[in-house]
């Protein structure tokens, strides 16, 4: 954990001092790429208006996750019980990942308007998919030697899927929830980009509209920063809601 | 265990995919024994437990199962398998009550802690499978077993993966834990045959045969001159060749 921090720490710097050397050594004007220095003095001089914009941001991307995590989970749940289910809704849900997220988040925006609920609603869409999909694959991989065991037991179903099935199917619930941390920011970008009047998306866009490179450079820093740590932080809740799964523990920070 | 332990009868035949795996079979177990079904790797030993069990067998059968006093068996059966099938997540004790936790009914606390000390396990009874050895996970699979308080067991090469020291400490511990009841252990084991049944039957693609050589009680010593003896014997029997 440590030394993956460390790693991060040192290939971030790399990636700086690359972006500096490309900067010195092309000499291109900073209203085209500036400098990580500009970006820094840009991130500082306009915090105020970043921190604000952020705010909206991250509410989205977290109501976004937490409602995402539970529709999705509740619909790999219905999958798993419901054959009907699994008829009417998996053909659709593999159509649905058929259409563009940017084709939809116009027609969320008009029905939803420019508020937050449209980039929530972008948000849940984008994470809804994987989410179900690990859940509803781990749900259908129990040992079946313990679900032989459990109808032995004289199992009712439901306890079978709450008490086997569902625990056995947390550390995919895991996984899911990782790649949800990473697509929800995307989410509430893409929406905040179709229309809004606050976001990182829509300083972003704000920005270089003015060619104020250094400060887009800086949103998209703090966008990128907040995604790891929403990231890193999924990531432990994951590990810890399924400690006993040795899978988790290797594929960490997969 | 509250009711006496039922003698049980498997006749009929079994297909897989239209290819029949056994024709006209006809096993009797006896009541309250040990009846070991020894034979080749696939020719059906697993199948004929699932059947009594109630379990999916992914084939056709056509004929029946019943129980001599001619009431129901899937709900009177325990079952266990040569993985120990514990659940990752929980600890000893709560494998142990999964039974009643699957059924939603409240556990019986005592029981399972005088089941978890039978077995051996009370220190480790707050660990988990993976920092269990091999030889505690099937014990505590042996205590879940003993919890559910069945009369029928039917054991899956359930000490197959174990060494050759706690696979002889399991017999001893199932064949005393299981006494009076009706057992059906499938093995590929001569020498555990041997050491634990009342009762021999082999299984070969030809159909089943009762081995006759069977002398004394179970538990035998597995050292013993007698019980060596049956063990090549049976084992001569089992690769066809003349006694
Ligand atoms: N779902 C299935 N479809 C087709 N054939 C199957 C299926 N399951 C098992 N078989 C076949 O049925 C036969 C009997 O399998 P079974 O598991 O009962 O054998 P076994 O005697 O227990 O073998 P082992 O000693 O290796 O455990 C095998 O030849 C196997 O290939
Ligand atoms: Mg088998």
Redesign the interface.
Known sequence: MKGRFIDGLLSACAALALWQAVVWLTGVPSFILPGPADVLTALINNRALIAENAGTTIIEVLIGLVLGAAIGGATALHLMISPMARRLLLPLMVFSQAIPIFALAPILTLWLGYGIASKIAVTVLMIFFPVVSTFYDGLRRTDPGLLDLARTMGATPTSTLLRLRLPAALPAFGSGLRLAAVYAPIGAVVGEWVGASKGLGYLMLLANGRAKVDLMFAALFVLAAFTVLLHAVTSVAARRMASWSKETDESGSA | MHEAPPGLLLQGDFHHAGQPLFRDIHLGIEAGRWTCLVGPSGVGKSTLL?LI????TGGEFSGSVAAGDEKPI??R???M?Q?D?L???LDVYENVV??A????ETPDRARAERLIARVGLVPHRHK?P?SLSGGMRQRAALARMLM?DRPIALLDEPFAALDARTRSEMQELAHETLEGRTVVLVTHDPAEAVRLADRIIIVSAAGLSHYDGLEGHPLRAADAPETLAMQSDLLRRLRGLPQ
């Open positions: 699932r069990a109630g379990l999916d899937a709900a059966v325990a079952y398998a993985t099938l659940a990752p997540w999964l039974g936790r699957l059924r939603g988990r993976a559910e």
